[in-house]
């Protein structure tokens, strides 16, 4: 069983930046198409970005051209930096497989709370 863990949010003023880290092991990273999806307050969860073992991305409108979704493989996480946020992008971001519908229920992690204040 995999652990993720998700790290680096934090509350930020509306246009600010913040860089999200997503830990797993490096095999599980380099294998598996990895994104960050996030659930923000009383709604569903949804995705954000995703990224390929070939480093082909993808972002969903509303994050494309401030988002950026990377690999590192010398600290082996999966990054999300965020730049000009918005206060719709408050939410708890996790990482995990893509596409969500072959995650596992019980491979989430604890999630990273990112707040942005207008």
């Known amino acids: 069983q995999v652990q993720l863990v998700e790290s680096g949010g934090g509350v930020v003023q509306a246009g600010g930046s913040l860089r999200l880290s997503c830990a797993a092991s490096?095999?599980?990273?380099?294998?598996?198409?990895m994104a960050w999806y996030r659930q923000p307050p009383g709604k569903q969860r949804e995705l954000v970005a995703a990224?390929?073992?070939?480093?082909?991305?993808h972002y969903t409108d509303s994050v494309k051209g401030r988002f950026t979704i990377s690999r590192d493989n010398t600290k082996n996480t999966i990054d999300l930096q965020m730049n000009s946020l918005l206060p719709e992008d408050t939410a708890v971001y996790y990482c995990?497989?893509?596409?969500?519908?072959?995650?596992?229920?019980?491979?989430w992690g604890q999630g990273t709370q990112v707040t942005v204040s207008s």
């Open positions: 490096e095999s599980f990273l380099q294998i598996n198409p």
């Open positions: 990224i390929t073992p070939t480093d082909n991305t």
């Open positions: 995990n497989i893509f596409p969500e519908i072959k995650t596992r229920w019980d491979s």
